[in-house]
């Protein structure tokens, strides 16, 4: 989990970099060298790419690509330690529409760690006055469409391959932003650019591969809550790197988002009462 979480905020400091760059060229550049790497696992597997529910696949790809453009277009807006973590919003927002689109139920406690969450929005949002609220809305709305994807994965099951699914997550991306760069390409600026828009899709794609391999060898109490490192990470990266700015406020609002879902993750994980 600790490779994972140094992957994703190794993507998110070029995207950062790269802020002069479309976001659709993110999105695109993101996708199409992950495509790579999962058209090329499929093919050594002989498993097929086409899937069983090409509906649900579909969907689920659309409202990924809508999440992960939002995210992109946010950090041009706002810190990216800030855009990390209001993404992270992401379970909470899937937990509220599992209520009504799949008839789960969420306990007492979990209102209360959801709660403490949002509160940091609050914060951030309240009392940070360096937070641009056209960046904050971005990051929050990437995170309410990050939160539907759980629930069309939750629908898909174990009915289709997880590469599968990503294949097809970014097949759709690469063509969703492939068409919607045309009109807004901006060329990248020597050899250094093109490699880190390359570099993109490599970080994702081993981020995503360490993250499933600790969940397999180690349960979710001990592994989920390191998934929260990529925010410190990522924070750190904006100080050092980029000369963001963290105010007092900024740092209580991420630290009380990120405690919120900690504790969400360690109340289901113990299943306490």
């Not at 002989?46 to 579909?58: M, Q, V």
């Not at 899937?94 to 914060?123: D, N, P, Y």
Request: hydrophobic letters at 55%; one cysteine or more; glycine letters at 6%.
């Amino acid at each position: 989990m600790l490779i994972s979480t140094l992957a994703f905020a190794c993507m998110n400091s070029v995207v950062k970099y790269l802020v002069a760059t479309s976001p659709y060229q993110i999105v695109f550049f993101r996708s199409i060298s992950s495509l790579i790497f999962t058209m090329g696992f499929l093919y050594q597997k002989k498993i097929s790419i086409f899937g069983n529910n090409k509906k649900l696949l579909i969907l689920r790809s659309l409202v990924g690509v809508t999440s992960m453009t939002l995210f992109f277009m946010a950090t041009k807006y706002i810190p990216i330690g800030t855009a990390v973590s209001l993404r992270y919003l992401a379970p909470i927002f899937a937990a509220i529409f599992s209520i009504f689109l799949l008839k789960e139920k969420i306990k007492h406690w979990q209102w209360i760690f959801f709660l403490i969450a949002f509160s940091g929005v609050l914060v951030l949002k309240g009392l940070d006055k360096h937070i641009d609220s056209y960046g904050l809305f971005l990051a929050v709305a990437s995170a309410v469409f990050s939160g539907l994807v759980y629930i069309v994965i939750s629908k898909i099951g174990k009915s289709e391959h997880p590469v599968v699914v990503v294949n097809y997550f970014m097949f759709i991306a690469t063509l969703v932003g492939g068409l919607l760069s045309i009109n807004n390409w901006v060329n990248p600026e020597g050899w250094l650019e093109w490699l880190l828009l390359f570099s993109l899709g490599v970080f994702g794609y081993f981020g995503q591969v360490y993250m499933t391999k600790a969940f397999q060898v180690a349960s979710t109490n001990q592994v989920a809550p390191l998934k929260y490192l990529e925010v410190i990470f990522t924070v750190l990266v904006g100080l050092f790197v980029f000369g963001e700015i963290y105010t007092l406020w900024s740092i209580l609002g991420i630290f009380m988002i990120i405690l919120g879902l900690v504790l969400n993750v360690w109340y289901k994980s113990n299943r306490l009462d």
